[in-house]
């Protein structure tokens, strides 16, 4: 037999003329199903004539040796860039040695049709051996189907070595299977509610109903030692659930595939925009947006995950001996209303339903335990939905409710289920309009009913919590008078993004109080909660000022007017940036938050005209320094400002000091540390043009990311800055050797051997991505009221490599001076605030003119 040319030339324009085909009837009809079955179909097809072409001409030939689909491919599941998981099946060692070349012929011919061809080989006993380090081998099995070859040798597979492999090994199967499966939630923390979910491996995407099928499978086969009947092993009630979602999900996932040409699964915004105009899976409904369609897809995914969890948690084989234990001394807390089998919820009196109170406590002994609704207590619950809405509990009575809720451990689950069940929407339907909403700024990663879900739960944790940060705002929660009022406000707080309202705060404020007034709440407890709604975004915006300005304290001092309500909005800033996704709460940031705190703590409990700290602390352990002359001193801090020593410890001044006596020796003078959270350089170096700028240059021109930066300099012309920065890529951290040669690149730079632009141009090409997903127009705000030294600059604009050297350029060129940068952003949005002077005053007005016109050109250009 011969591969000849024309064969593989005829399989190659036959796969793509079909290819073509499958995708031109699914952008007519939608319809994923079909479209996965006949590209199965197709590949099969191909399969099973080059394995007559190469391996055998026979019928069923040759005997000991068999070709099975695995996986996807065995289930007829072929999307159309999926991989294709063949098992070249062995009776034994002898057809495997005499076909190793063939089946290396059969492959390569796949693969020069630009398949993804994933081949095994395996004897039938190497089948049977389970192997703890490769489950997914013996899951694939499972969906095994018979293509070409000894059709007994596949039988015996089939009939007889997998049943009593999944008898043997169900347990270690299930265990594994469920790690995995648990694994993978977490990574995507264990929601649905993603901005741009990955449409199979997102929590409630194709894999859930993978693994929903296993467990069901793998148990009936236990049960029934042997191959369950032709009907799906999946319960009646789940399959009830699968059926449209499993729709919409396979054709979601044909339209990703067709669209990007590759197995990408990840529904991104410029893909949902298209979804949506296309109606993928849902061409009968009218939709105004993506957010209709967004919806759409968690409701689909929602109802895959909550299924796929519950045969999780209710397959015995999945639980350890020391779950059971534990979920049988949880069984204990069974009482009159609610009795707890396997950790799962069960009505003692099913009726009592319908009496309101019952349902509510229900939730309360869930946020109380931990517990999860057994299928049939939701599906009680949803069964007494329709005459709850003819007399749902208002005012004061659901107050008490939703307020004992909030207050258990467990609140954020309790609400999580409460909302899946659409009862939270039926008490409150305020927060209809934000039920599954994507919101896009590439910053947050959750819907907003999700976030706001996420926020109570970080809340509640911090007081359990191994962080040390987490557990010191667990600290002051733990001193609250009323942490239900916060626990409300967080749940409300994000509402008016549900709105077209361009300020979502002052919306969130409307839909607040209307809710408080059905919810009777107390006047003095509305005012609360209405403070903290509408000033949930002030301790942000009060750290892109210098908080170690007194002034800065004292303003958001007055405006939190007591120390409980600074607790208050600390907690609820530090829950609300935690909740926006894992990386958001840098530790940066919870530092400064806590600090911003602290201070303005310390200000409320002096006496309202008690001066704040002013440097003399520092300054007095200055003067004690034996080794240090108090000429010496004095000359050094001639001309710098009181805020240098506000910021400054006396050691760190110290060591500014010699640095500065060493500029004879070398110009510039450089130190290096690293922090608990960041880097700190500390540059001592003669004043010169675009110093500020080079060295932000230099700095992100090495990708390190700048997150604050003080500038001073003394009458006799010495500068003293100092950059606090991350490092993005791990450089300094893992290559100990990088310290010196990029302390070295900095110094050049500063001295004219190397140049700071031609470095950030090799950054920027290596760092060029796609266009931003996320517009952002480039705002400049001038303040001349918030500083009593410098003018306040603002700069909102599109986060790219180099942007501060860009900014700063422009400030040399308008001969101003930084006294201070604070450097922030929110995806892929630049938040960075400067405190400038020019000529050592305020900048004018006509000053601040040129600058902006300046910055709008530099910035419109880049």
């Given at each position: ?109 796949l693969w020069d049709l630009r398949l993804k061809l ?148 990840t529904l991104s915004w410029e893909a949902q925009d ?110 007494v939905l329709p005459s709850l809405a003819a007399a ?471």
């Amino acid at each position: 037999m011969s591969t000849a040319a024309p064969i593989a030339h005829d399989l190659r324009d036959f796969y793509t003329s079909e290819i073509s085909r499958i995708q031109r009837q699914f952008a007519e009809t939608g319809d994923g199903r079909q479209a996965v079955l006949q590209r199965t179909v197709l590949v099969e097809t191909i399969a099973q004539r080059l394995w007559k072409e190469l391996i055998s001409p026979e019928e069923r030939g040759p005997e000991g040796f068999a070709m099975v689909a695995l996986g996807g491919f065995g289930r007829a599941w072929l999307f159309p860039h999926s991989d294709i998981d063949l098992l070249f099946l062995h009776a034994g060692r002898g057809t495997e040695e005499s076909y190793k070349d063939r089946i290396r012929r059969f492959s390569q011919e796949l693969w020069d049709l630009r398949l993804k061809l994933s081949p095994t080989t395996r004897t039938l006993a190497e089948c049977d051996r389970f192997d703890s380090e490769n489950v997914e081998f013996t899951i694939s099995l499972l969906d095994c189907r018979y293509l070409a070859g000894d059709r007994g040798l596949f039988d015996r597979l089939h009939d007889k070595l997998i049943p009593k492999l999944v008898m043997r090994e169900s347990q270690s199967l299930v265990q594994s299977l469920t790690e995995v499966t648990r694994h993978r939630h977490a990574k995507y923390g264990n929601t649905v509610f993603h901005l741009e979910p990955n449409i199979k491996e997102t929590p409630g995407g194709l894999r859930d109903y993978n693994v929903a099928c296993w467990l069901s499978l793998i148990s009936a086969m236990d049960k029934l030692q042997g191959w369950p009947g032709a009907e799906s092993s999946l319960p009646a009630s789940v399959q009830r659930q699968f059926g449209p979602a499993l729709d919409f999900l396979m054709a979601t996932r044909c339209f990703l595939h067709f669209r990007h040409g590759r197995d990408d699964n990840t529904l991104s915004w410029e893909a949902q925009d298209e979804a949506t105009i296309l109606k993928i899976g849902a061409a009968e409904l009218s939709l105004n947006n993506a957010a209709d369609w967004m919806r759409i897809y968690f409701r689909h995914a929602r109802a895959v995950h909550r299924a796929s969890v519950q045969l999780l948690e209710e397959v015995p084989a999945a639980k350890s001996s020391l779950y059971r234990h534990f979920q049988n001394l949880r069984s204990r807390v069974s009482n009159s209303d609610f009795s707890v089998v396997d950790g799962f919820i069960f009505l003692q009196q099913p009726s009592g339903l319908h009496d309101p109170q019952l349902l509510l406590r229900l939730f309360e002994f869930m946020a109380h335990h931990g517990l999860k609704l057994s299928t049939t207590t939701e599906y009680r619950i949803e069964h007494v939905l329709p005459s709850l809405a003819a007399a749902p509990p208002k005012g004061a009575e659901l107050w008490s409710y939703l307020q004992a809720i909030l207050m258990e451990p467990h609140a954020a689950d309790a609400m999580r289920a409460m909302h899946s069940l659409h009862l939270l929407t039926l008490l409150l339907p305020e927060l209809k309009i934000i039920d599954s909403l994507v919101v896009r700024d590439f910053y947050h990663r959750f819907t907003v009913d999700e976030h706001s879900f996420l926020a109570i739960e970080c809340l509640h944790r911090a007081k359990r919590s191994q962080s040390e940060w987490d557990r010191r705002y667990g600290d002051i929660l733990q001193e609250l008078e009323q942490p239900d009022l916060l626990y409300l406000a967080l749940l409300l707080h994000d509402v008016g993004k549900g709105t077209p309202s361009e300020n979502h705060v002052t919306a969130s404020l409307e839909i607040a109080t209307q809710c408080l007034e059905q919810l009777d709440l107390d006047p003095a407890d509305r005012e609360t909660v209405l403070f903290l709604i509408g000033s949930h975004l002030d301790i942000s915006t009060t750290l892109r000022r210098d908080i170690f300005d007194p002034d800065t304290i004292k303003l958001f001092a007055e405006k939190m007017g007591t120390p409980e309500r600074l607790k208050m909005l600390c907690l609820l800033t530090y829950a609300d940036i935690k909740a926006v996704n894992p990386e958001a709460l840098t530790p940066w940031k919870a530092e400064n938050v806590y600090q911003l705190y602290i201070s303005t703590a310390n200000y409320l409990s002096r006496s309202a005209d008690q001066p704040l700290h002013d440097g003399n602390e520092t300054l007095t352990r200055l003067q004690n320094f034996a080794s240090l002359p108090g000429q010496k001193l004095k000359a050094f801090l001639e001309g710098l400002p009181a805020r240098y020593l506000r910021v400054h410890s006396a050691e760190s001044v110290l060591q500014q000091i010699e640095m500065a006596e060493k500029l004879a020796e070398n110009p510039v003078q450089l130190a290096l540390t690293r922090g608990r959270n960041w880097y700190e350089l500390s540059i001592v170096v003669a004043d010169r043009p675009f110093l500020f700028a080079t060295i932000a240059g230099t700095l992100a021109a090495w990708g390190m990311n700048i997150v604050k930066a003080n500038a001073f300099s003394n009458a006799a012309g010495v500068v003293l800055d100092t950059f606090y920065f991350t490092d993005r890529f791990r450089t300094l951290e893992l290559n100990l050797p990088e310290w010196e040669r990029f302390k070295r690149s900095i110094s050049d730079v500063l001295v004219g051997e190397a140049d700071v632009n031609k470095m950030l141009r090799d950054r920027v090409r290596s760092d060029r991505g796609g266009p931003a997903k996320v517009k952002v127009e480039t705002k400049l705000e001038f303040d001349n009221e918030c500083s009593s030294h410098s003018t306040l600059l603002q700069i909102i604009a599109q986060d790219r490599p180099g942007l501060l050297h860009r900014i700063c350029s422009c400030f040399a060129n308008s001969r101003c001076n930084i006294d201070l940068a604070l450097i922030d952003t929110e995806g892929q949005m630049a938040i960075d605030v400067f405190y400038l002077t020019s000529a050592g005053a305020k900048l004018s007005a006509e000053e601040q003119n040129n600058l902006q016109a300046s910055l709008a050109e530099a910035l419109s250009n880049s």
